[in-house]
């Protein structure tokens, strides 16, 4: 039997539960009235992965099938989950919950632990700390659930199943908790409450041995965590790499040159510290303070994540070249706040330096005209003509080179423009964009079906017949025939 003792009775820990921080989180960005749910594709069904209060108040649950949330609630709003930015909004909440105490670790993918062990005194009291979390949270639009114990376990079963987050008798009101406060899975659940073992002072009142045999030391383990005889450490996330490197002048310089040089030197540092994380800057910052205390900043936005310092240099030439320097500049500053893993590449002799100066020529006009209106196209998966191509930035995307076809396909593909003609051969004779044409050869035809689960108006006509004719007049077309709904159209023209 548990004897009550502890070996740590003075550890302060309090553990932050959210609910409904899936739901909290997009309902902050876009507010809605009435029953909203996020979904998650599961065991081959949609199902509710989060829901706010007055979905819940309708019936609905988490794990619950989409198709029978709508049968109960007609009028319920959803949209699909994104795990991503949950998990990115959560360590947001780490990165502030340190106004309260430096050592803050997640706790699973919904959940935030403190140890305030002599940080409480700094608001006075525990309570007073607790409340403070819980006000400015629920003013942030955050369902919380906070408990505050001697220990982790015991601060996450009171977060999750307690009635107050800090009891006057910690023992007592972690006896009168169910099993499942003790983080254990939940077949292990149901099987204690079979055996009537179903508040954790049934268990605290048991001979350990028989639990042991029974269930394992796991069960026994997670018991001695949440009465604190167990240490569980906290385990605090590390702070991001900050990449940025500074340098101060005794004479003020204005000289293009001179910049320049010290920017290289600025370069070679910070590409450096890049290469050993492993790492390459997408967005280099370079801020020139002049003697007068203003700030000329100069911001260079690469086509590629890079940590080659030989190839950033001259991309600031033009930028530098079109900064003020006043009066003279005393301090140079350089930092990367956008930085991507670059992959493990094989060293090889073979040079790549013809992809490298596309990049850098993408860097160049895209410094003019933004990098944005800089595009390349990449296939798409669909057998339509109108959907097998997308439109990318080419700095945020790779070429492709899976341009596959059992038929060639025009360079020029235009809206289908009607034209003249009987029969599902070519016409021999017709006249597109008011020129004469005279059917010299043509091969075909290749039939295109619709996409029945894509609704496009421009398919209406059903399938399509398409041919390529070559012109007496040199012009070579893609002409296609609906048999559905009989009509000729071009749509296409080779080179």
């Not at 508040?199 to 009142?205: H, N, P, Y």
């Not at 030989?310 to 030439?317: A, G, T």
């Amino acid at each position: 039997m548990f004897d009550g003792t502890q070996q740590n009775p003075t550890r302060r820990i309090v553990s932050l539960w959210f609910p409904r921080l899936s739901s909290d989180r997009f309902l902050r960005a876009r507010p809605m009235e009435g029953p909203f749910a996020l979904t998650i594709m599961e065991r081959n069904a949609n199902r509710i992965y989060c829901l706010n209060v007055k979905a819940e108040q309708l019936g609905l649950h988490q794990a619950m099938p989409l198709s029978d949330a709508h049968a109960f609630c007609p009028e319920l709003h959803s949209m699909p989950a994104d795990l991503h930015a949950d998990q990115q909004f959560l360590l947001a909440l780490r990165r502030w919950a340190t106004r309260y105490c430096p050592w803050v670790g997640l706790e699973g993918t919904d959940g935030l632990t403190l140890d305030i062990t002599g940080s409480a005194h700094l608001f006075g009291t525990e309570i007073a700390m607790i409340e403070d979390m819980h006000q400015r949270l629920m003013r942030a639009g955050l369902t919380v659930r906070i408990g505050l114990g001697v220990s982790r376990g015991a601060a996450w079963a009171l977060a999750h199943y307690g009635k107050t987050p800090a009891p006057d008798d910690m023992q007592a009101t972690l006896a009168a908790l169910p099993v499942a406060a003790l983080r254990i899975e939940r077949k292990m659940d149901v099987a204690l409450q079979r055996l009537g073992l179903r508040r954790i002072g049934d268990l605290m009142a048991t001979e350990r041995a028989p639990l042991a045999r029974r269930f394992g030391q796991g069960l026994l383990l997670r018991l001695d965590q949440a009465l604190g005889v167990q240490p569980e450490e906290i385990t605090p996330l590390k702070d991001p790499p900050h990449y940025a490197v500074r340098m101060s002048f005794p004479e003020p310089i204005g000289l293009c040159d001179d910049v320049m040089a010290g920017v290289k030197r600025l370069l070679v540092k910070l590409c450096d510290r890049l290469a050993t994380d492993g790492h390459g800057a997408r967005i280099l910052l370079l801020s020139l303070r002049r003697v007068d205390r203003d700030t000329q900043e100069v911001e260079l936005r690469l086509a590629r994540a890079l940590h080659d310092a030989s190839r950033i240099l001259p991309l600031f030439q033009r930028k530098i070249e079109a900064a003020d320097a006043g009066f003279g500049i005393d301090q140079l500053r350089l930092m990367a706040p956008q930085v991507e893993k670059l992959p493990v590449q094989q060293l090889s002799h073979v040079s790549k330096g013809g992809k490298d100066q596309l990049d850098d020529l993408i860097t160049r006009l895209g410094a003019r005209i933004g990098l944005e209106n800089i595009q390349r196209f990449l296939p798409a998966d669909s057998h339509i003509p109108e959907r097998s191509f997308i439109i990318a930035a080419a700095a945020f995307s790779e070429p492709s080179n899976a341009w596959a076809h059992s038929q060639p396909r025009p360079i020029r593909l235009f809206p289908p423009e009607p034209i003249a003609g009987t029969g599902s051969r070519p016409p021999a004779r017709f006249r597109w964009r008011r020129m004469a044409m005279t059917t010299g050869r043509a091969i075909g035809p290749e039939r295109i079906a619709p996409e029945w689960w894509m609704a496009d108006d421009t398919w209406r006509s059903g399938l399509r017949d398409y041919w390529r004719v070559e012109t007496r007049q040199g012009r070579r077309l893609w002409l296609f025939y609906t048999p559905q709904n009989p009509g000729w159209f071009v749509q296409g023209e080779f080179a």
